[in-house]
C-alpha cells in the first residue's frame, strides 16, 4: 500500500502510531509532502530521527520542504533509481529516501511528479537563534527548467503532483500567520506552480505546507491526516 501525509517537521509519534494501527511493512510507503523534518537540526538529534524511522516497518518517500536540508548537499547521501526516478538515501537508513525535483515515480500505477521548496516566513527567527535555513529552500531556475523540459516530454501530462506548496490560486488565505507582512512573502514558487498547474494535465494534486487541512477541486492540502494514495 501506498499513503500519503503532510509535514511532520521532526516529530513522527502519528507515523508510529499508524504503523501500530494498520500492521505496515517494509513494501508499503509512505509519501511526507515536505518537511519531514529529518535533516534539520544536524547532529544527534537527525540521527535519533532516522534511526527511529529506520527501525518502522515502512518506507519513507519524502518531497523537499522549507525546513530540511537538500540531501544532495549532505555528503553521506548517494543516488539511485527508485520507481523509475532518481531519489537520495544513506546507506545506513535505506528506508529513507528523499525525492529529486523533477523526478517521475510510478507509484501505484501512475504517473507522479515531485516540485518541492517553498519560502520561509520563519526565516529572520530561524537566523537570529541559530535554527536552520538554508539558502537554496525553493526550487532555483534550473530545478524550474528541469521540471519543464520534463513536463514537454510528457507532453504536459501526468497522472498526480507531489508539491510541497501550492499553486498561488489555491493558497489557503484563511490559516496565514497573523502579524507576517504577506507583501514581503516571497512567493515566486507558487506563481511558477500557477503557471504550471494552468497547463497541465493532471488527475491529482497533493502538498503540504499551510498546516491545513483542505481539497478544492484536485488539490488538496494535507497535514496531519494520513490517507491512501488513490482517487
Known amino acids: 500500500m501506498i499513503y500519503i501525509t503532510g509535514d511532520t517537521h521532526g516529530r513522527f509519534e502519528r507515523v508510529e502510531r499508524f504503523c501500530e494501527r494498520f500492521g505496515t511493512s517494509r513494501e508499503d510507503i509512505l509519501i511526507i509532502l515536505g518537511d519531514a523534518g529529518i535533516n534539520f537540526s544536524g547532529g544527534w538529534r537527525d540521527l535519533r530521527k532516522k534511526e527511529l524511522l529506520e527501525s518502522l516497518p515502512i518506507t519513507i518517500f519524502a518531497i523537499h520542504g522549507n525546513h530540511e536540508q537538500r540531501p544532495y548537499t549532505i555528503e553521506t547521501y548517494k543516488e539511485k533509481m527508485w520507481h523509475g526516478g532518481k531519489v537520495y538515501y544513506e546507506e545506513e537508513y535505506p528506508d529513507l529516501l528523499f525525492a529529486k525535483d523533477g523526478e517521475v515515480f510510478e507509484l501505484d ?7 518541492g521548496g517553498a519560502y520561509s516566513v520563519d526565516k529572520m527567527i530561524r ?6 535555513w538554508w539558502p537554496d529552500e525553493q526550487p ?20 498526480v503532483v507531489l508539491s510541497h506548496t501550492t499553486p498561488l490560486k489555491y493558497e489557503p488565505v484563511e490559516v496565514f500567520l497573523k502579524g507576517i507582512d504577506q507583501s514581503k512573502v516571497d512567493k515566486s514558487t507558487e506563481e511558477w506552480l500557477d503557471g504550471i498547474e494552468d ?5 491529482k494534486w497533493y502538498c503540504g505546507h499551510y498546516h491545513t487541512e483542505k481539497k478544492v477541486d484536485r488539490v488538496e492540502i494535507m497535514f496531519e491526516n494520513t490517507e491512501e494514495f488513490c482517487f
Open 127 to 132: 537566523l537570529m537563534y541559530g535554527y536552520g
Open 140 to 159: 532555483s531556475e534550473e530545478i524550474k527548467r528541469d521540471v519543464e523540459r520534463k513536463l514537454d516530454e510528457l507532453r504536459w501530462k501526468v497522472d
Open 109 to 115: 500505477g501512475k504517473k507522479a511528479i515531485v516540485m
Open 199 to 203: 497547463r497541465l494535465d493532471y488527475q
